[in-house]
C-alpha cells in the first residue's frame, strides 16, 4: 500500500501549485481522500476532502475559494490545485485514504509547500 505525495515547491506568494497524490496497493474508489497540512509548531489540519466518487468535497474556511480538490479514480489519483497561495499556506502536505465503511486509513509521507518572497 502507497500514497505518494508530489508537486510542492517553492512558490512566491499569489502563485499556484498542483499536489497530486497517486495510490496504489488498495482499492482507490472505496476510500474517500483527503488533504491535510503541518507547519512548524502547529497541529496536522485538515486542508480539502472529497467523497469515493468525487460527487462532495469539502474545504477549510481558509482555503476556500482558492484552493479545489479532484480525484482520477481511473489513474488512482487525488489532486489539490492551490491557487492565490499565502504565506501561511507554508506546511507539509499529506493526503490520507479512508475506507468508506470501516474507516481503516493510510498516510502519504507529505511533500513541502514553501510560499515566500
Known amino acids: 500500500v502507497q500514497l505518494v505525495e508530489s508537486g510542492g515547491g517553492l512558490v512566491q506568494p499569489g502563485g499556484s501549485l498542483r499536489l497530486s497524490c497517486a495510490a496504489s496497493?488498495?482499492?482507490?474508489?472505496?476510500?474517500?481522500m483527503t488533504w491535510y497540512r503541518q507547519a512548524p509548531g502547529k497541529e496536522r489540519e485538515l486542508v480539502a476532502g472529497?467523497?469515493?466518487?468525487?460527487?462532495?468535497?469539502n474545504y477549510a474556511d481558509s482555503v476556500k475559494g482558492r484552493f479545489t480538490i479532484s480525484r482520477d479514480n481511473a489513474k488512482n489519483t487525488v489532486n489539490l490545485q492551490m491557487n492565490s497561495l499565502k504565506p501561511e499556506d507554508t506546511a507539509v502536505y499529506y493526503c490520507?485514504?479512508?475506507?468508506?465503511?470501516?474507516?481503516?486509513?493510510?498516510w502519504g509521507q507529505g511533500t513541502q509547500v514553501t510560499v515566500s518572497s
Open positions: 472529497i467523497s469515493r466518487t468525487g460527487s462532495s468535497t
Open positions: 496497493g488498495f482499492t482507490f474508489s472505496n476510500y474517500d
Open positions: 490520507r485514504a479512508t475506507h468508506i465503511f470501516n474507516a481503516f486509513t493510510y
